[in-house]
């Protein structure tokens, strides 16, 4: 149950950044403390929850990239505002739209990893 609950909150991330960012210019989104807080606020979430995930998961969904996130929410956890807002245009940019393409695919041909049963 849990593996879905964490799976479903990186959808719902993922879908929220495709969201917010659709049609972003890099200027706009560097010229925006409120957007950058609240898209990187979405990753950090994504990021943390794919920490959780049981390796056996991870190996059945192969197509995500566990590593890039793990590395993402170290940088969003430690750096400068500068290096956070460099790694966030890369995240919401690539990682995040990449993530929510696999789990789409995913939550088709391997639904029973995203319900909650007891």
Do not use: V
């Amino acid at each position: 149950m849990l593996t879905a609950a964490l799976l479903n909150i990186m959808h719902e991330s993922a879908s929220a950044i495709a969201t917010y960012t659709d049609g972003m210019e890099e200027a706009d989104f560097r010229a925006s403390r409120l957007f950058r807080n609240e898209i990187e606020k979405h990753l950090l979430t994504l990021a943390d929850s794919t920490s959780n995930i049981p390796d056996d998961i991870k190996a059945k969904l192969s197509e995500i990239d566990w590593d890039g996130w793990l590395a993402l929410a170290r940088i969003l956890h430690g750096e400068t505002q500068e290096g956070r807002t460099d790694a966030t245009w890369y995240a919401m940019q690539s990682q995040a739209p990449a993530t929510l393409l696999a789990l789409r695919i995913y939550r088709r041909t391997q639904p029973e990893l995203f319900i909650f049963t007891l």
